[in-house]
C-alpha cells in the first residue's frame, strides 16, 4: 500500500468538501431536519480530517519517523475529540435531529472520497 502524500491528502479533503456541499444540497431539497443533519454530519467528518491533515502533513518530514509518529496520533485524537465534540453538541441541541442522516453523511463522507482519490491516483500512476 502507498502512503499518502501531501497532494494526495489535499485531493482527499477536496473531494470530501465537494461531497459535503452536494450531500448538504440534495439532503435540503428532502427537507430541512435532514439536511440540517447532513450537514453536521458531513462537515464534522470534512472539518475533523482537515485538522488531522493540517497537524500531520504541516510540517512534513519523512526523515523524522519518530516525530511524525508522535504527531500521527496526537492529530488522531483530536479529530476523534473533535467529532464526537460536534455529534454531542448536535444531539444535545437539535430536536430534530436525524441520526442516521447524521452518521450516513459522516460515513459517505469518510469512505468515499479516500475511495475516489486513490483511483485517480492509481488511474494517474498507469497512465504514466
Given at each position: 500500500m502507498q502512503q499518502p502524500d501531501p497532494l494526495q491528502v489535499k485531493?482527499?479533503?477536496?473531494?470530501?468538501?465537494?461531497?459535503?456541499?452536494?450531500?448538504?444540497?440534495?439532503?435540503?431539497?428532502?427537507n430541512r431536519q435532514v439536511g440540517l443533519s447532513v450537514v453536521v454530519g458531513a462537515g464534522a467528518c470534512t472539518a475533523a480530517n482537515g485538522l488531522f491533515a493540517l497537524l500531520v502533513f504541516k510540517r512534513y518530514r519523512a526523515q523524522e519517523p519518530d516525530?511524525?509518529?508522535?504527531?500521527?496520533?496526537?492529530?488522531?485524537?483530536?479529530k476523534i475529540a473533535l467529532v464526537l465534540t460536534v455529534f454531542t453538541a448536535a444531539i444535545v441541541s437539535l430536536e430534530d435531529l436525524s441520526l442516521p442522516a447524521l452518521l450516513g453523511a459522516?460515513?459517505?463522507?469518510?469512505?468515499?472520497?479516500?475511495?475516489?482519490?486513490?483511483?485517480?491516483?492509481a488511474t494517474r500512476t498507469k497512465e504514466k
Open positions: 485531493r482527499v479533503l477536496y473531494i470530501q468538501t465537494l461531497m459535503t456541499l452536494a450531500l448538504a444540497a440534495v439532503a435540503f431539497l428532502v516525530l511524525l509518529l508522535m504527531r500521527f496520533y496526537a492529530a488522531e485524537i483530536m459522516y460515513f459517505v463522507v469518510q469512505v468515499l472520497p479516500a475511495l475516489l482519490a486513490s483511483e485517480t491516483g
